[in-house]
């Protein structure tokens, strides 16, 4: 058998060397190169690849300047696309329930529900649970998705039509703390919808959490952009300003 010559040997070491080194989807997630991350997830043809794909969607369309319909449309298409490989995992649930979620703010309250938006995240939501039952993403989504629809519909009707009660919501994101108590994003989440639904009566309770956010280290970029978000959130309330403050609560949540 023929031996590789040093110079070959040292060119197969490189490669070798480079394979080792070369990012996955998920390492491009986590340092912030979103545009990378979805097209490494996409070339990946796999349903794992494809839910990083679309959290890195996910996070590009939450941190843009202004509310973006079709950026929430390729979350959606990834997180649909990931789901028809892959349904065993809950986190191409959660993204896709995210993306309708920012979708139905955009349009409104009438269009989402003519389009059966609620039912849509609500059904990936419980499949993710379903799959994952303490997932601290899937029972945050369901916490959300509960304060969120008592909140346009109000209590009497969000529970006749869909099931949906404060109390649940709040249970739900206790229990998703409790799964995973370094988790900043459903803490600020939290904090997010108890402010939209009534500030005046949660301020404690969400300056607390808002508070709490600031002692966690951040895992990734998007986490990090999250935390300065909350502390800036909360410098406002000490500040009094509370109009600043519910501005950025709406722009948030995907309503400006």
Known sequence: MRRLGPACLLAVFLYSSALGAEQTP???YRAGKYEEAIAAGEATKTGNGLAVAARAAFAEANLSDKPCL?????VEDLAR???????????AFI????????????????????????????????????????????????????????????????????????????DYFARA???EPKNLVIRFQYALSLSGYDFETYQKDIAVMLASVGGIEPRTAYES??????????????????REYMALVSHYQGYS
């Open 26 to 28: 998920f390492d491009l």
């Open 70 to 74: 079709p950026c929430l449309k390729r």
């Open 81 to 91: 696309r990931s789901i028809a490989l892959d349904s065993a995992h809950p986190e």
């Open 95 to 170: 993204y896709l329930a995210a993306a309708v979620g920012f979708e139905a703010r955009i349009i409104g309250n009438v269009r989402a529900q003519f389009a059966r938006i609620p039912e849509t995240a609500k059904a990936a939501i419980d499949h993710a649970l379903d799959v994952a039952p303490n997932d601290d993403w899937s029972l945050a989504a369901a916490g959300a998705w509960n304060i969120e629809i008592v909140r346009n519909g109000g209590s009497v009707l969000a529970r006749a039509v869909y099931g949906a009660r404060l109390d649940t919501g709040l």
């Open 177 to 179: 703390f409790a799964a």
């Open 225 to 242: 952009v999250i935390k300065q978000r909350a502390a800036n959130m909360l410098a406002m309330i000490k500040a009094g300003k509370l």
